[in-house]
Nanobody, 115 residues
């Protein structure tokens, strides 16, 4: 069973920051695109940020300028630095990896932003 393990979620006030981490097995991480989706209550899951093996990135319009995705190839870990958090960022955040054998997902970490 492939495991992507997220951490770093929690409760934060609006305007605050959190950093999410996602650790993956090397076979899933190395050379593959990684990223984050989120799902808020009653809403569809949406892409937040994506980073390719060449470190190119893309972001949802709603988080551009506030969130930064990065990867540490030595630690097989992808990060999501979230600044200037808003109440609408409240959601469960899921890490994913796109590989030749399919897409793998973590179990999610809750981020709650209080206004």
């Amino acid at each position: 069973q492939v495991q992507l393990v997220e951490s770093g979620g929690g409760l934060v006030q609006a305007g605050g920051s959190l950093r999410l981490s996602c650790a993956a097995p090397e076979s899933i991480f190395s050379g593959n695109s990684m990223g984050w989706h989120r799902q808020a209550p009653g809403k569809q899951r949406e892409l937040v940020a994506h980073i390719r093996s060449d470190d190119s990135t893309n972001y949802a319009d709603s988080v551009k300028g506030r969130f930064t995705i990065s990867r540490d190839n030595a630690r097989n870990t992808v990060y999501l630095q979230m600044n200037s958090l808003k109440s609408e960022d409240t959601a469960v955040y899921y890490c994913f990896s796109i590989t030749r054998s399919g897409v793998y997902w973590g179990r999610g970490t809750q981020v709650t932003v209080s206004s």
